[in-house]
Nanobody, 121 residues
Framework: QVQLVESGGGLVQAGGSLRLSCAAS????????MGWFRQAPGKEREFVAG????????YYADSVKGRFAISRDNIRNTVALQMNSLKPEDTAVYYC??????????????WGQGTQVTVSS
């Protein structure tokens, strides 16, 4: 059974940084694309960042390009999201997600429970 557990959320002032981490267990990891999504109150869940199975290809939503960076460790089965220059509009519950495929995709199958990120102005 696939399990994804996020950590690292919290409250930060605008302009600050946070690092989210996701620990994966069950099933494969090193051959799956991983990603981060977020859902703000009253809004639909949206894609934030993705990383292919090698870690060599990353892709981002336009709203976070240049501020966020996704990375993975295929030995520790973890994926991280470094968030810099945070803005109040980044406030959301952030979810770790795992795809069934290895390449670039926006179709994810497995989801964590989410971690709250709140950015104060």
């Amino acid at each position: 059974q696939v399990q994804l557990v996020e950590s690292g959320g919290g409250l930060v002032q605008a302009g600050g940084s946070l690092r989210l981490s996701c620990a994966a267990s069950g099933g494969t990891f090193g051959r799956n694309t991983m990603g981060w999504f977020r859902q703000a109150p009253g809004k639909e869940r949206e894609f934030v960042a993705g990383i292919d199975w090698t870690g060599g290809r990353t892709y981002y939503a336009d709203s976070v390009k240049g501020r966020f960076a996704i990375s993975r460790d295929n030995i520790r089965n973890t994926v991280a999201l470094q968030m810099n220059s945070l803005k109040p509009e980044d406030t959301a519950v952030y979810y770790c997600a795992k795809a069934r495929t290895m390449g670039i995709t926006y179709d994810y199958t497995y989801w964590g429970q989410g971690t709250q990120v709140t950015v104060s102005s």
